[in-house]
């Protein structure tokens, strides 16, 4: 995809500090890291964001799977070798959720200490529902979530 800074990490047009690549899946440390540690998860395949991800080949269904995967080893090698003490996975779908580089990609986000770390842009407890209306929501989500999983038929 031309004019993508991570097609161009990709394609070894500009340099970056990797820790993991394989033909699916690139991981490489974030530029401007959030904590020491900072990786980000990238699919070689230039998805935009989760809703653009397509599951239609094998060979896309096993780019998704190895991306998900390396989620999780990324997440287990910051807590397991003693790195940091825990660790915030960030995925940010499109310019409302903050999401600057539009190529799919998951933060992994060590994080040190015993101390709560604050996530400002989570403000938990900010919405409030009128009455009915998280029920209402939920109905709606499930029956898309359903809809999308009979329509990719792969559950
Ligand atoms: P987003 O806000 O889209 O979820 O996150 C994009 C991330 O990509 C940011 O944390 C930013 O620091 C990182 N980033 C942007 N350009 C580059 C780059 O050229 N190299 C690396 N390693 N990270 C980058
Ligand atoms: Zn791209």
Redesign the pocket.
């Known amino acids: 995809m031309d004019n993508c ?2 097609c ?2 990709i394609n070894k047009e ?1 340099p ?2 990797k820790v993991y690549e394989s033909d699916r899946v690139i991981a ?7 904590e020491k540690g ?1 990786m ?1 998860i990238v699919p070689k395949q230039h998805w935009k964001n989760l809703a653009d991800v397509k599951l239609d080949t094998e060979k896309e269904i096993e780019i998704y799977e190895e991306l998900m995967y390396i989620v999780r080893v990324a997440t287990k090698a910051v807590i397991t070798t003693k790195l940091a003490d825990g660790a915030n996975i ?3 779908n499109n310019a409302c959720a ?5 190529h799919l ?1 998951f ?1 992994v986000i060590p994080r040190y200490g015993s101390e709560l770390a604050t996530v400002p842009a989570f403000n938990s407890g900010a919405a409030k529902y009128e009455p009915n209306e998280a029920q209402a929501l939920a109905e709606k989500l499930s029956s898309a979530i359903a809809a999308i999983v009979k329509d990719e038929e792969l559950l």
């Open positions: 800074i991570f161009k990490i500009i970056a500090t490489f440390l974030d530029i401007n890291p959030i900072h980000l960030l995925q940010c903050g999401q600057t580089v539009d990609h933060h």
